[in-house]
């Protein structure tokens, strides 16, 4: 199995500038995240999606994020406009609903820096 | 309100053992997990567990107790290799696989 895919690896944009990120997740997982990664914060969860379906989207900074699963293959997590306090590491994970221990499977993540 | 508590770095030599203490106030408990992670890489899992006891895998074993909140991982024989981060995670929510609070993480150096 190839992993979860995420790119691109690495983004730099200016501030205002619509920002997409992609991911493929595990064929047959079940459970798609979106995390957050800065020094100051840690990992934070955004949003995550059951069956392409959001389940909690809590997580979600604010109005200039948006996150979509279209098919169960592939999500978008956007953000329009950005901002430098949006510069972080994102992960996307899957996990399959295979009963109490359904371990994350993390992407290599995307690293964006905005200027 | 919920945390997670760890240290944030622990230095120890190569060969040695060491423990990684996490304290936990969560809204729920369905779980106890620890991830590692390198730097620039993504997090790996490592462990849970659900139930009060030891769950060991090779070098690494994890406990729980959760009448005290609290659990550990540890590490035997270390190697260069485990140079890395090392987060606990609580699930707070019954029927949400894979929806985790994190620690701040704890910084493992090993020495020669």
């Known amino acids: 199995d190839a992993g979860v895919i995420q790119s691109p690896r690495h983004e730099v944009t200016e501030m205002g500038q619509e920002v997409t990120l992609r991911c493929k997740p595990i064929?047959?997982?079940?459970?798609l995240f979106w995390y957050r990664q800065t020094m100051m914060r840690g990992l934070e969860l955004l949003i995550y999606f059951n069956n392409n379906v959001p389940i909690d989207d809590s997580g979600m900074p604010e109005d200039r994020f948006s996150a979509k699963m279209p098919n169960a293959s592939f999500s978008t997590l956007k953000i329009q406009p950005s901002e430098p306090r949006d510069s972080a590491v994102y992960f996307c994970?899957?996990?399959?609903?295979?009963?109490?221990?359904?371990?994350?499977?993390f992407g290599n993540g995307t690293r964006l820096t905005v200027t | 309100g919920q945390s997670l508590e760890q240290p944030s770095e622990v230095t120890a030599v190569e060969g040695a053992i060491v423990q990684i203490n996490c304290t936990y106030q969560t809204s729920g408990f369905y779980g106890l997990s620890w991830y590692q992670q390198h730097d620039g890489g993504a997090p790996t899992f490592l462990s849970y567990?659900?139930?009060?006891g030891l769950e060991e895998t090779g070098r690494f074993s994890s406990f729980l107790s959760r009448s005290d909140s609290y659990g550990y991982l540890l590490l035997q024989e270390l190697q260069m290799k485990d140079s890395a981060s090392y987060f606990c995670?609580?699930?707070?929510?019954?029927?949400?696989?894979?929806?985790?609070?994190f620690g701040a993480g704890t910084q493992v150096v090993v020495t020669p």
């Open positions: 994970a899957s996990s399959a609903q295979q009963g109490y221990n359904s371990p994350l499977h």
């Open positions: 567990n659900a139930l009060d």
């Open positions: 064929s047959g997982h079940d459970y």
């Open positions: 995670a609580v699930r707070d929510e019954p029927n949400s696989w894979g929806k985790l609070q």
